[in-house]
């Protein structure tokens, strides 16, 4: 199998989760363990502002990327298309990205130590996308909040208009108005 492919195995598929869980464990030892004490507030606080970051990163790659641009607009559809298939981002891509466009910036602007938080932040939210986007479409469950997920990400996926972009969280879909005309019940956000 290719590095780049996009329908995975059920194998990579799962290697897929196992290596961010992994990076998670890692950063957040790494951080518990060297960090320096003094900067532990910072970091905490850094660690929340990567989780929240995700969510808008989240919301502005789902609707001007893979609903916009070539050739991830085609490779999405492909998930529309056939969204019961294992279709997502090959993991050295979205690694690849996140240690371009979030880890060395932050590095460079904010330092070592609130550069790690930070990442770990968007780690742990792309994550709970990864796990929440598979659990929309394979699981079954009388879970409140993963219903609300569930009608959610269908509206996006059944309507085909440019609505629901959020999958963890419907708050940047309000904020941006792209909810959709009598959403009705899944107007609430998150």
Same mark, same amino acid.
């Not at 995975?8 to 790494?30: E, M, Q, R, T």
């Given at each position: ?19 961010? #869980?992994?990076? &998670? *464990?890692? /950063?957040?030892? +790494?951080? $518990? ?10 970091? =905490? #606080?850094?660690? &929340? *502002?990567? /989780?929240?970051? +995700?969510? $808008? ?10 609903? =916009? ?122």
């Amino acid at each position: 199998m290719g590095l780049f492919r996009l329908e995975h195995s059920k194998l990579a598929y799962c290697a897929d989760f196992a290596s961010y #869980a992994a990076a &998670v *464990v890692f /950063i957040s030892a +790494w951080l $518990l363990a060297a960090a320096p004490r003094e900067q532990e507030l910072t970091l =905490g #606080a850094c660690t &929340v *502002v990567g /989780i929240v970051g +995700w969510t $808008l990163l989240e919301y502005l790659l789902h609707r001007f990327v893979l609903h =916009g641009l070539q050739p991830f607009r085609a490779w999405h559809e492909a998930h529309h298309d056939r969204p019961a298939a294992l279709i997502c981002t090959p993991t050295v891509l979205s690694a690849g990205l996140i240690v371009l466009l979030v880890y060395l910036p932050a590095c460079w602007l904010i330092g070592l130590w609130p550069a790690n938080a930070v990442t770990l932040g968007v780690l742990v939210g792309y994550m709970s996308y990864a796990v929440t986007h598979h659990m929309t479409h394979h699981w079954r469950s009388g879970n409140a909040w993963l219903g609300r997920r569930k009608r959610w990400h269908a509206r996006h996926h059944h309507v085909r208009a440019p609505v629901c972009f959020g999958v963890t969280s419907g708050v940047w879909d309000w904020v941006f108005r792209s909810i959709g005309k009598s959403a009705g019940p899944l107007q609430e956000p998150g």
